[in-house]
């Protein structure tokens, strides 16, 4: 055997990767054990009956139905703001424009007011 050192278990036949196994081995019995107990208590004592379920369904329509009517709320605010901006839009065109013939007429009655000093 050399200068090996041997580990206790390994002098007795039994190497470390079997223990090893077989500890993992061991917790995978006790984990599955303890989530098939969580599994029975869940079903046991979580169950929701049908009254619940449709309580919970019919809170979810209404969510859904008020969500949907607050959408649509949305939009027409949406359109009404648009069409506000497309007036908005017209009206200072329309200010320019009579800004414009304010300036002309005003520029013309300039000229009218110098030819009759002139005179």
């Not at 039994?14 to 223990?19: D, E, R």
């Not at 013939?101 to 009218?112: F, V």
Request: proline share 1%; with cysteine; aromatic share 6%.
């Amino acid at each position: 055997m050399g200068n090996k050192s041997l580990s206790t278990d390994e002098k007795f036949g039994v190497p470390h990767t079997i223990q090893w196994f077989n500890g993992r081995r061991t917790m995978l019995i006790k984990l599955t054990k303890i989530f098939a107990l969580a599994l029975v208590l869940g079903f046991a004592g979580g169950c929701a009956d049908m009254t619940q379920i449709d309580a919970i369904k019919a809170t979810a329509d209404a969510a859904l139905a008020e969500a949907k009517h607050a959408s649509g709320q949305a939009n027409n605010a949406m359109n009404v703001a648009s069409e506000a901006a497309y007036a908005a839009s017209q009206a200072q065109a329309d200010a320019t424009a009579a800004l414009e013939c304010c300036n002309d007429n005003s520029a013309r009655l300039d000229r009218m007011f110098e030819k009759a000093m002139m005179k």
